[in-house]
């Protein structure tokens, strides 16, 4: 199977390449056999059931889980046991989870300029700045000196997709950021989510959110247990998907 | 019935009346059914027993100034023997002359103490103020110096004692407990195993068999003329004990931090160390502030358990007192004297914690 990058990205260097990579929990097998290319500015959108392995895969790209077999190379830096591969990956690469896991005990300023001040080694006023940018970009700037938990689960994400960005990474990573929101606030973080991939970051997205794929990915990936069965441009995934699986799994999700 | 939705919305109301006044309160709180009825009325009864028969013993009958013992036996308690040994009582055995140098030390500790209840001056200051502090306290108490003397650590006893065991104690056992805790969940397994060794084995063995030890074994291991200061072995016992009780309480919080907070300083590209002091550790301390003030306070009073290697504390001063000839049977007043002493630093650690909870747990206030 070629890998099918989109149109504008397609005569760049990958950023994010995985070869060959296999993960075990135990005796179990999570993942087999992956094989992905992320280009420079594209957008690519994981789905597929539970227990798949696609959080696993993302996860592997910033070295939160740790993949036993292949090649896993971001941003040119290969990912090995090496603390100092890892850290440098992990600056080039922002990360979205489905749970926030914004910091309790700062407040959002202070989320969102702790990395950049103490990773980063920002002055802490040129840090606070970036943070308020980021802020007015997510569309929450008055809300900058209060407490993760006097926020709504919306906005939670969205201060947590601005303390990603307050890194200035080159990729981002969303591990199915609207599966923990009240449906009325999907919306506002699949705008902002939108609205960065109009802006050409890379992104990879676990999601099940099948109309923000539709517009936003350049590349359809479809995994199931373990692995990646089908991948396509959205428009050919959906409307042609190759694999019995794949057309199984849409019909569950698209059908209600 | 009708399936109309409703197009305007409905009016704020405010709550049903709540029961007011003393009797509203009574009724509410002490007599809001039978059984709670009956008990009120015998917890009064037995207070009426109790109360009149020591406020007569404690201030009625009570005589306050006596020229000694045989003259101080009466119905009631006998506060001149306080007032006859309380210089004894704080100070011990430190020379008599040189005993304005243990009340300095005292007030130098309550200055410090109260300079940490200042929100404003937490961090760097607060920190340089205590280091000021205990110099003074070590100066004053060891002298050595043109116009003070050098008094030797034998001889210091009482109040300053007990205070220097349990403070001391407090601030190094601490850092030493939050290192074996982080230890003890360490990915290494030689660090890990360690530190469980460490804690398993110190938590195990009663602190009075630990100061014995250090005070009575380690000398003969040591070689000949070469000797550690019985008050510096007991607190060196003291900071080792400490620290493993207050691992497992730090471990505990350790546990309580959600794995999606490191993986979130993880993915921010936070090393173990920043991730540890910014995030972890934070939250971890925050959230067990009630059992680490509880095991200062029992660290507190297990300061009087020197007294098995000849150190004389508060507690063990106070019991020396009572060996006086002249000043026989008064060991109730004397008890009474030092639990007041004794509770009303134990009782300030507990409002401090409530200061601490308050400052530390913003975010879960609403």
């Known amino acids: 199977m070629s890998d099918v990058g989109s149109a504008a990205g397609a005569t760049a260097a990958p950023v994010i390449e995985l070869q060959g990579v296999h993960k075990w929990y135990g005796e179990f097998h999570v993942l087999r056999d992956i094989n992905l290319q992320v280009r420079k500015g594209e957008k690519v959108v994981v789905c597929g059931p539970s227990g798949s392995g696609k959080s696993t895969m993302i996860r592997c790209?910033?070295?939160?889980?740790?993949?036993?077999?292949?090649?896993?190379?971001?941003a040119g830096i290969e990912l090995t046991s090496d603390l100092k591969n890892i850290e440098a990956i992990r600056r080039e690469v922002g990360m979205v989870f489905q749970q926030f896991n914004l910091f309790p005990h700062l407040t959002v300023l202070q989320n969102l300029t702790l990395a950049p001040i103490w990773?980063?080694?920002?002055?802490?006023?040129?840090?606070?700045?970036?943070?308020?940018?980021?802020?007015?970009?997510?569309?929450?700037?008055?809300?900058?000196?209060?407490?993760?938990?006097?926020?709504?689960?919306?906005?939670?994400?969205?201060?947590?997709?601005?303390?990603?960005?307050?890194?200035?990474?080159?990729?981002?990573?969303?591990?199915?950021?609207?599966?923990?929101?009240?449906?009325?606030?999907?919306?506002?973080?699949?705008?902002?989510?939108?609205?960065?991939?109009?802006?050409?970051?890379?992104?990879?997205?676990?999601?099940?959110?099948?109309?923000?794929?539709?517009?936003?990915?350049?590349?359809?990936?479809?995994?199931?247990?373990?692995?990646?069965?089908?991948?396509?441009?959205?428009?050919?995934?959906?409307?042609?998907?190759?694999?019995?699986?794949t057309r199984t799994f849409l019909s569950q999700i698209l059908a209600h | 019935m009708t399936d109309i939705a409703r197009q305007v919305p409905a009016a704020a109301q405010a709550p049903p009346p709540r029961p007011t006044g003393a009797i509203g309160w009574l009724r509410a709180n002490l007599f809001n059914s039978v059984f709670n009825a009956v008990l009120t009325v015998a917890?009064?009864?037995?207070?009426?027993?109790?109360?009149?028969?020591?406020?007569?013993?404690?201030?009625?009958?009570?005589?306050?100034?006596?020229?000694?013992?045989?003259?101080?036996?009466?119905?009631?308690?006998?506060?001149a023997f306080i007032g006859a040994k309380f210089r004894f009582i704080l100070f011990g055995r430190y020379p008599i002359e040189e005993q304005w140098r243990p009340a300095a030390v005292i007030i130098v500790f309550i200055a410090m103490i109260a300079a940490a209840c200042v929100r404003r001056l937490w961090g760097r200051r607060l920190a340089a103020i205590w280091f000021v502090g205990l110099s003074a306290v070590f100066l004053l108490m060891a002298g050595g110096l043109p116009g003070l003397p050098r008094v030797e650590t034998a001889l210091w006893s009482g109040l300053p004692l007990t205070l220097i065991l349990a403070v001391i104690g407090m601030l190094l056992g601490f850092p030493l407990g939050v290192l074996l805790a982080l230890g003890r969940r360490s990915q290494l397994p030689a660090v890990r195993a360690i530190c469980i060794g460490y804690i398993e084995l110190v938590r195990g063995v009663p602190l009075i068999t630990v100061l014995f030890m250090a005070s009575l074994m380690l000398p003969l291991f040591l070689p000949s003329g070469v000797t550690i200061d019985k008050l510096l072995r007991a607190q060196i016992a003291f900071i080792l004990f400490a620290a493993a009780y207050l691992a497992e309480v730090v471990r505990g919080g350790l546990q309580a931090i959600?794995?999606?907070?490191?993986?979130?300083?993880?993915?921010?590209?936070?090393?173990?160390?920043?991730?540890?002091?910014?995030?972890?550790?934070?939250?971890?301390?925050?959230?067990?502030?009630?059992?680490?003030?509880?095991?200062?306070?029992?660290?507190?009073?297990?300061?009087?358990?020197?007294?098995?290697?000849?150190?004389?504390?508060?507690?063990?001063?106070?019991?020396?007192?009572?060996?006086?000839?002249?000043w026989q049977g008064f060991s109730v007043e004397a008890d009474v004297f030092i639990a007041m002493i004794y509770w009303s630093f134990c009782f300030f650690m507990s409002r401090y914690s409530q200061l601490l909870e308050r400052e530390f747990n913003r975010d879960r206030r609403r």
């Open chain 2, 43 to 79: 917890a009064l009864a037995l207070i009426g027993l109790a109360v009149p028969p020591l406020i007569r013993w404690a201030l009625i009958d009570a005589i306050w100034s006596a020229p000694n013992g045989q003259a101080c036996h009466g119905g009631g308690a006998c506060w």
């Open chain 1, 119 to 245: 990773v980063r080694k920002l002055p802490k006023k040129e840090a606070e700045e970036t943070a308020r940018y980021y802020l007015e970009r997510v569309r929450i700037p008055d809300q900058a000196d209060k407490y993760p938990g006097q926020l709504s689960g919306g906005q939670q994400q969205r201060v947590a997709i601005a303390r990603s960005l307050c890194m200035k990474p080159e990729i981002m990573l969303f591990d199915e950021p609207t599966s923990a929101l009240d449906p009325e606030m999907i919306k506002e973080v699949l705008d902002v989510m939108t609205g960065l991939a109009e802006e050409g970051m890379t992104m990879v997205c676990v999601t099940h959110e099948m109309g923000f794929a539709r517009t936003v990915a350049d590349m359809m990936v479809f995994m199931d247990r373990g692995e990646i069965i089908e991948r396509a441009p959205p428009r050919d995934f959906f409307s042609n998907p190759q694999s019995d699986r």
């Open chain 2, 258 to 326: 959600p794995k999606g907070q490191v993986e979130a300083a993880d993915a921010l590209g936070l090393s173990y160390l920043q991730r540890t002091r910014l995030i972890v550790l934070p939250q971890a301390l925050a959230l067990v502030i009630p059992p680490l003030v509880n095991t200062f306070i029992s660290m507190f009073k297990d300061t009087s358990l020197v007294i098995i290697v000849s150190l004389f504390d508060l507690l063990g001063a106070t019991e020396f007192a009572l060996t006086d000839s002249n």
């Open chain 1, 61 to 74: 790209i910033n070295r939160l889980e740790e993949h036993q077999r292949g090649r896993i190379v971001v």
